[in-house]
Structures are given as structure tokens and as C-alpha cells.
């Protein structure tokens, strides 16, 4: 795309712009998750009693499960933003874009959470559940163009080279949130309840069920670094 | 105006505090343009069968494929600002001043973007597509300004000197926006569908319809360098 | 007050996370602002023609001008924190909690503004205008503090000794909202119209008022710098 | 946890984002919070004269001092987290949920505030100050879990090594409020008005309470610093 006719000094200063700018969206996005929570009316509601607030607090807890899971999702999906640029030292136009998007996905996620929290207690309706695990695939897959993007090595965006283990273990990762909610959608269908608990296995197989493939990443990286290191020297 | 007494070794700090500002407005502007989608209240709408909540959400695609252009348009101008102080080194109390004024603009769009929204399915009100427009030129002419200023040799804001031709690129890539949606609005009295398709055309000029201009602006570039080296040899 | 034991290299990082947390607040106050301004809810309201539409708007005009009026303040109030924080190359624990206070005193600006917009038109009212005017006061007095604090030569918090005639500058030109919002308060009991165009005088004060002092202001801190070498020098 | 395997050069730009992205959840926070306090409508209120509007703003007075506290509160915790960020040189996974659950406990205190607000009048409900009071104590152990997590010396995250004494200190430190919250809630079964005022021992507990602990941290700093020399001259 077009490339921008700046002086190679200012590209540090460019970036951090540009990170710091998503972190800003991230930012308001996550807060502005809970400030939904809404604070009971008294008068409209008729709260005068600590049983009431009770009542409502309790009758409002599933909503909030349902926030608490979002911000987690939310902010996983800023360390892994934040896990992608630390390779980066550089960016294009065409980068900017992706970023704009994949912010578009996460930008959507307080209302699809929204949307789920509100419709939750109706168990004859699958269209909130809908909304949200497309939402959720949107934000995968923008997430998985992303890292394919900028670990292009013909790209030349990262710090250093890395392999393609690593390349792909980014790639599993991001796929994992999509594919397990498209999983639950499935389920919620046959065995509602099984389903509610199914996006507890995220965290499990983000964390245990990807050591292997680390293990593999590390072990290529090293690889690469020392293959690297051959060519530059027999180059000299 | 009042020039700062501030050591120059601030300057860079200073520069950064500017830009983040803006990365901030920018960031909230786009972030609440998404969150204006506000999620259909169940009882007071009488949702309750997924048939319903879909009607409600195709009633609102409208509404919301214009919140996704506007969230283009405000992301096309972030990445403009981000572009233009990739040439930035240093900065004047009228350019902190001109650049809160192309924020104000910014920060109108997400109203006039909710009016069109609003009043959209109104094929007889040609009012919120006024303000819409009008709001769309006040940017663009706000961000003309702000390249004018900027890129003025005289001034010595920039990081190194640009040719006369990339000056007037990013003039004529301002104006594209606010040209457009005068013509759009235009068409909107006598074809109001084929107005509404219009807006397609802005990325196709902003990405192909500037190629011509961009090699000239390289090749300028170039010169001026060059030029500029000479002078630079000869003085010494 | 408590010194924190960090490294001195932190320091720069430290103080850079300051001026950003309140390039945060300022950024998002100055956005809310203009948020405020609701689109009129069609049904809600019978808009159904732009003649009805254009009523509203032309309604609400007294508003919008009293946002752009707040907009240019928080602005402006911004531009004087970057500019005092351009001095700065340290921090306290207590400029930390009167830079909060001042914070406090921004972010209450946008409900203030708010208030006045919503009683603009009972012309019979006058304490919107005293909290609006409260307000400022607050503000001016906090940014007074605010410089006086960070100036004071024993604190050492500056990049480099500046002249008492800054210092004085810096106070008058806090003061100048404060005082023309004031006037324009005691105006307001008795030539209520007078009254409403008085705060037009402010930019005037700052851009043009100011000028013999800014230049005694330079003369000065000229001495200043010449009389510091003049100490050093004969030190060595 | 997982190791990033970033270039080490990176690591002070990803601890800036770290900050940077915390920094941006305080900064809407703290205004999110006093954003809530709404402009009273005229024509639904019928607020007309000076009178009404101030009653209904002595009545709102009450609300207001409960969002200058959380006010106070929300700074002083960013206040902790840039003090502990201070020593800060790197980051591990696990330190980036921590601040995730730490952020998550702050994003709360606006409605949890807001819930106190709503029902302060109502002198026989318990349950909007006991949730009060579970945020805080939510915020404060997730603080001290911060301190602990990074100041742990194995892990190697600080600038420097300090003293055991000074890692008690920011312990005792992050405690202060939730203890002095749980006192408050208990005198407000048999002393509500005298329960009102304990948490005006907040400031003064951490202002001079910790003098001595203080004094005892700097002389053990000290001391680690001297050790520290030795150990590495012997080495040497």
C-alpha cells in the first residue's frame, strides 16, 4: 500500500502512537463493559429494603457472570495485542487497517455482552447467543489476519526472525476462544446447562494445552536464531 | 503566537503529550460511536421469541451500517493525523490550537452520525443528511488547515523538507471525504438510492485514484533532497 | 511529603504515566462534553419533517454554543497543563494529589456546563451560572496552585531556574478566566445580554494582554540564565 | 507462566503499554464517576426557580461527597500503582492478569459508589454500604497482591533490590483502607453517625501513621544497597 515518506527516526515514535491508540480503545471498551452494570432506581423500582436490593442484586448476578467473562475475554485479547507488538518494529497502512477492524470487533463486544446479559434468563431464545459467539468468531479471526499479517517474514515488521512453529502457535491460540464458543453455541442447543460451562475450558487449554506447541516454538526459534546467525556469518 | 520557554530537550516529550491527547479524543470518539447501539430493553420493547429480537435487529442494520462508516471515516481520519505528525518535530500554541479545533470537529461526528441514523428510514428529511455532510466538510477542511500549517517550510514543524507536490497530495487526500458527501448529498434530491451508494467510492479514490499523485510526490521528494544536499555541500 | 525510593532513571518514565493519566482524563472529559448533546429521539418527539427537526436543532443552538464555549476551556485549560509540564523533570507525592484536585475540578466542568445549558434559557435563574462560574473559580485557583507548587525554585521539580516575572505571568494568565467569568456574573443581575458576550474578552486577555508582560517575562529569564552561569563559572 | 519471547529491547516499550492501558482504565474511571452525577431535567423535575434548584442540589449534596471519596479513592490507588510501577523493569503473564483482576476491582467502584449514593438517605439499609466495602476490600487485596507478586524477589522485576521492611510497608499501606472500611461498617450497626466519619482516618493513617515504618524502610534500603555493594566487590 502507500508507504509512508517519513524519516525511519520517527517510526519508533509512529508505532507508539499507533499502540497506544488501541490501548485506548481497549481501555474504554473494558471500563465501559461494567459501567453498564446500572445502579437500581429506588424510587422506579421500589428498593427500600436491604431484601429488596437483595432480591434485585441476586436476580442481576447471572448478568454480571456474564460481564465478568466479557472483561476477561476483552482483556485476553489486549495481552495478545500486546504479546503481537512486542515483535513489532514496524508497520504500513495496510496494517492500520487490520488494527482498525479487529478494534471494530472488540468495540462491538459491550453490546453482543449486552445483548447476552439481557436476553440470558429466556432459555427458549438462541439469537443473543448467536450474536455474541459471531461476535466473538469476528474478533478471532480478525485477531488470527493480525498476527498472519505481521509475521509475514517478507513483511520485514518483526524485531528478529521467528519460526514457523511459532507463527502457527499464535495462530492456534487466537482460533481457541472462536472454536470453543462455536462448540457451546452447539451444545445450548441439546444440553443448555453442559453449555453454560463450557467456556470454562478457555483458560484450561489457553494455559495447559498449549505447552507442547510452546515447547515445539521455543525449540525452532532457536533454530532459527542460530541458522540465522550461520548465514550472517558465512555472508561476512 | 507566545512561543514556550521550554528547554528544546522537552520538546519530544511535549510532541508525545499531543499526540496522545489526540489518540485519546480519537479513541473515545470511536469507541462510543459503537457503544450508541444500545441494546433492546426486553420488557419495555416486549421481546421474548427470537423472531422479534431479529425483526428489532434488522430494523436497526441501518442504523448500524452507519455506525460502521462513520467508525471508517473516523479511523481514516486518525490514521490521517497519525500520518501527518509522522513529520512533526516540533509544534506552536496555533497548532495546539487548530488541532483542538479538528477535534471538536471529530468529536461531532458521533452526533451527527446518530441523527443520520435516527432519522434515516425518512426518505422525505434531507435535514440530517445536511448535518451530516456539513460536519464531514468541517473535518476535512480542519484537517486541510492542519496540513497547511504543519507542512509550511517557513515554520520548520517538520522532520525534514517535503516537496511542493506532497503538500498538495495531502491536501487533495483531505478534500476527498467532504467532495464526496457534497456530491452524495446532491444526489440524495434526485436519486436518493444511487446517493446512498456514493460514499463506496472514497476508499477507491483514497487507494487507487492517488496513485499518479503519490509517484509524482516520490519523485519531487527525491528532488528536494537532493536539492537540498547540494546546498548543503555547496555552503560548506 | 513521603519521597519514593525509586531509581532516578525511573523518573522520566514516572513522569511521563502523570501527564498521560491526565491527558486520559482531559481527553475524555473534553469528549463527553459534546456527547452530551443528545440526538433527538424521533418518535419520542414527533420529528417527522426537517421543518420540525430544524426547530429543535435552532432550539438547542444556545446549548451547542455553551458546549463549543466549554470545549475551548477544558482546551485551553489543557494546553496550560502541557505547557507548565514542560518545565517539569520531577514530581512530588503532593503535586500528585493537587494535580488529582485539579482533575477534579475539569472533570466537574462538563456537568456544570450541562446545567447551564439546560437553564440557559430561564433567564429569570442566576445559580446555574453561579455554579458554572463556582466552577471556574475552582479550576483557575487549582491551576494557580498547581503552578505555584511546581515553580517554586526549592522544590527543584523544573528542567532549568526561571525568572520570578514567569512565575507571575503564569499566575495572571490562571487568573484571567476566573476573573472575567466573575465580572460577568455581576454583570448578569443587571445586563443579563452584557453579561452573556463578556467571556469573549478571554481569548482577547490571553492572546494580546498578556504581551508586554510575556515580553518582560523573556527579558528576564535571559538575566536569569546569564546570572546562573555567571554563578557557575566563578564557582569553578 | 509463558514466557514472551521478545527481543530484551523491547521490554521497556511493553512495560510503557502495560501502564499506558492501566493508566487509560483509571483515567475513565475517575471520570465515569463523576460524569453519573446527572444535570437535573427542568421540565420533568419542574425545577424553575433558583430554589427549587437549589433544594434539589442541598438534597444531591450528599451523593456529590460520596463521589469526591471515591474520587479520592480511585486517585490514591492510581497513586499506589504508579508508585509500585516505579520500581518495575519487567513483566511476566501472570503480572499482566493480576493487574487484569486489579483493574477489574477499580472498574467496579464506580457502581458500587453509585449504589451507596442511591441509597445513602435510607438509614435502615446496610447491604449499599456492605457492598461498598466488599469492593474495597476486593481493591485492596488484589493491591497487595501486586506488591507481593512483583516485589517477590525471584522474580526479578524490580530496578533494584529492596528491603523486607519496605515490602511490609507497601503491605501495611494497601491495607489501610479495607481495615479502616470494615471498621466503619461495623460501628454503623450501633454508631451510623459516628461510622460516617471513620474514613476520614484514611488520609491521616497514611499521611502520619506510616512516618515511623517509613523511616525504618529507608534505613533498611540502605543497608540492602550497602550488602548488595559488598557482595558484589567480593564477587568481583
Redesign the interface.
Known sequence: ??H????T??TQ??L??????T??????????L??E?K????DELG????AS??KY?SHASLKFLGF?IS??II?HY??VH??I???AVNYT?GL??IN?AF??SV??L??SS??L???NS?T?????YG?YVANMCFTGTMNCWLWLYISKPERNLL??R?SHA?IQLGLYRSMVIPVIFIVALGFSFFLPVVSRFIPVLIPVIL?WG?KGL?KK??RK?ANVIETHHHETSSDG
Not at 490501548?23 to 465501559?32: E, K, N, R
Not at 445502579?39 to 429506588?42: D, K, L, Q
Open positions: 500500500m502507500h509512508p515518506r517519513h524519516k527516526s520517527q515514535f509512529q507508539e502512537r499507533f499502540t497506544f491508540f490501548d485506548g480503545v481497549f481501555a474504554i471498551c473494558i471500563t465501559l461494567v459501567i452494570i445502579v437500581p432506581n429506588r428498593i427500600f429494603t436491604d436490593l437483595w442484586l465478568l472483561f476477561g482483556g489486549w495481552s500486546h504479546r507488538f512486542g515483535y497502512y492500520i487497517w482498525l478494534l471494530f468495540v462491538l459491550p453490546f449486552g445483548l446479559g439481557e436476553y429466556d427458549n431464545m438462541f439469537l443473543p450474536v524485531t528478529h521467528i511459532r494455559h498449549m510452546e516454538a521455543d526459534d
